[in-house]
């Protein structure tokens, strides 16, 4: 079982951002195609943006298009979602989670999550 460490998450105003990190807790673990995923009180985890191992391939979720941006360092075995322009409705806790096949917007094709780091966006 590997398991992945978020960090970066905290309570900030509508309007700011933040910047989320993900790196496995065992440094030998390669992180490859990532993705960041968000659970909500009382709804189920959805899909927020994946990027592929080189890096050039990124997916969004509608609702955070233009506002985040997903990216990697290889050299830090970290990914990161840069959230800008939050919203209230950003509210959640938010999870890393390492693709392993098929469809990328499905919480089963990944293998390995993190804790959850929380984001809460105040009006």
Same mark, same amino acid.
């Given at each position: 079982?590997?398991?992945l ?12 951002? !933040?910047? !989320?990190? +993900?790196?496995?807790?065992? =440094? ?23 990027? =592929?191992s080189?890096?050039h391939?990124?997916y969004?979720a ?18 990161? !979602?840069?959230?800008n322009?939050l919203?209230p ?6 999870? +890393? ?27």
């Amino acid at each position: 079982q590997v398991q992945l460490d978020e960090s970066g998450g905290g309570l900030v105003q509508a309007g700011g951002s !933040l910047r !989320l990190s +993900c790196t496995p807790h065992d =440094r030998t673990f390669r992180v490859y195609a990532m993705a960041w995923f968000r659970q909500a009180p009382g709804k189920e985890r959805e899909f927020v943006a994946y990027i =592929r191992s080189n890096g050039h391939v990124t997916y969004y979720a509608d609702s955070v298009k233009g506002r985040f941006t997903i990216s990697r360092n290889d050299a830090e075995n970290t990914v990161y !979602l840069q959230m800008n322009s939050l919203q209230p409705e950003d509210t959640a806790a938010y999870y +890393c989670a390492n693709y392993r096949s098929d469809s990328v917007y499905r919480i089963s094709s990944y293998d390995y999550w993190g804790q959850g780091t929380q984001v809460t966006v105040s009006s």
